[in-house]
């Protein structure tokens, strides 16, 4: 599988516990949900007001508003992708842990939505240039290098299989003209609602635009009949591939195992929940936090946690997946979360050369026994432009640090690195801070 997700319905990415809970049981995808409701108009702009009204201002967004200006109102004084927490937390989270972001957007799900009043074609490149600028957003501001898209919305009177696809086809051309390698899915229905899968797959339109076919699967009855068969050998037919990214397995986890072959990927609903609303009736808790102190958290099935774990470690090859976490202990006095960049998380090639910075302090602390506190360890290239760091810096790579030792002057501290450090690069930064990195070759000293 190309990966292995989850979807929450309570977001807790500050909770190490939580955080510990998910990376142990190997899950690299998040699904986030982006109401298009949410998103701000021009003061005074509604879903009452007039046909004429609305096409001024989407002419105005699709037409004079060039690529990459993230405000996306009349005045251009309100950034839509900055404004909500909840949104930015989960984004980070994901660059943080290198997961995959899956960015599940919903459209016009009744009839009053103010996007529905709207002029139609108007309408439909307004969506085209919304996700397009979604993912130029995405892609220079936290340089993902994968994200998908999910057109989502559940049937109802208003939003019929062909509305649908015209939604789909205008949001996946725009994600594709922002970043050409992002993927698409389309679905959002349980499985069981073939009559709208089939129109989906049948629609001639869509079907070039799109990379999966992504329905859920919520039902005892969708588990145990012959639908996940019946489906795979219809989405392969069409020539495009079968991810599950909504799926309860009821409390029986080994109906998981019919996913294995069929499915290029999953996220599972598994709510976090309050103590205080008590048991989950129909999907499958795993995680459950105290109301009172949402720093508790405990695995309420140790075997269905254990289950998740060796699936995912079975089946999840081929995604991009961190060998290592923030609080991965590289030495006795070292965490690997010290050398982050502003919480993102190295490449993992970088591990190496991250370890190998850190064991060489260890040696300093052991002399010492002083703490030893990193500044700065890893820097993205973003973040080493912004403080004007060498464009070859060895911060870019792992091997630099910018240190300094509790009760030490700068001149004091680089005699111990110097003595029993094996470092190469020095630099006196100020009077309590120091420079130091493991490059290859011949000593090099310096100040700032």
């Given amino acids: 599988m190309r990966f292995t997700g989850i979807c929450w319905k309570t977001f ?19 699904r986030i949900f982006f109401n298009l409701a949410d998103v701000p108009q021009k003061a ?17 967004v699709y037409t004079f508003m060039p690529d990459g200006k993230r405000e996306w109102t009349w005045d251009g004084k309100t950034g839509i992708f900055d404004v909500r927490e909840d949104f930015k937390a989960a984004i980070e989270f994901c660059k943080k842990y290198n997961w995959l972001p899956i960015i599940c957007i919903g459209h016009i799900e009744e009839r009053n939505s103010w996007i529905g009043k709207a002029p139609s074609q108007d309408k439909w490149l307004w969506l085209r240039r919304f996700a397009k600028e979604f993912a130029i ?10 994200c998908d898209l999910e057109v989502w919305n559940e049937p109802n009177e208003f939003m019929e299989v062909n509305h649908y696809c015209n939604v789909a086809v205008n949001m996946a051309i725009g994600w594709k003209s922002g970043v050409s390698t992002w993927k698409v899915h389309v679905g959002g229905v349980d499985l069981s609602n073939e009559a709208y899968i089939n129109g989906i797959i049948n629609n001639t339109m869509l079907q070039p635009k799109i990379d999966y076919i992504s329905p859920h699967i919520l039902k005892a009855s969708e588990w145990d009949g012959t639908l996940i068969d019946k489906t795979y050998t219809k989405v392969t037919n069409a020539g495009k591939k079968l991810a599950f990214l909504e799926i309860s397995p009821l409390g029986k986890m080994d109906r998981m195992n019919k996913l294995v072959g069929k499915c290029d990927g999953y996220c599972m609903l598994l709510p976090i929940r309050s103590d205080k609303f008590g048991t989950a009736t129909e999907f499958d808790d795993i995680l459950i936090y105290e109301y009172n102190n949402p720093n508790k958290i405990w695995v309420t099935s140790q075997a269905k946690k254990d289950f998740i774990t060796q699936f995912n470690i079975r089946n999840g090859g081929g995604a991009v997946m961190p060998n290592y976490t ?4 590289l030495t006795p006095n070292f965490k690997y ?34 703490p030893i506190i990193v500044n700065s360890g890893w820097r993205t290239p973003e973040h080493n432009i912004l403080v004007k760091g060498a464009a ?3 911060h870019l790579t792992g091997k630099a640090a910018d240190v300094y030792c509790v009760g030490l002057s700068a001149i004091h501290f680089v005699i111990y ?8 690069g020095f630099g006196i930064i100020n009077s309590t801070s120091v420079h130091v990195d493991t490059r290859v070759g011949d000593l090099t000293i310096w100040d700032y």
Wanted: one cysteine or more.
């Fill in 12 to 30: 807790l990415a500050g909770n190490s516990n939580h955080v510990n809970n998910l990376l142990d049981m190997k899950f690299n995808a998040l």
């Fill in 44 to 60: 005074g702009l509604s879903e009452n007001s007039s046909s004429s009204e609305w096409q001024s201002y989407i002419n105005h």
């Fill in 137 to 146: 957003y995405l892609n220079k501001k936290y340089g993902f290098k994968e």
């Fill in 326 to 329: 923030a609080l991965t202990q």
């Fill in 337 to 370: 979360g010290e050398f982050f960049c502003n919480g993102i998380q190295p490449p993992d090639k970088y591990y190496a050369n991250i370890l190998a910075l850190a064991t060489e302090l260890q040696k300093v602390r052991d002399k010492v026994k002083r």
């Fill in 392 to 394: 070859a810096s060895q």
């Fill in 417 to 424: 690195l110097a003595k029993y450090g094996n470092f190469n």
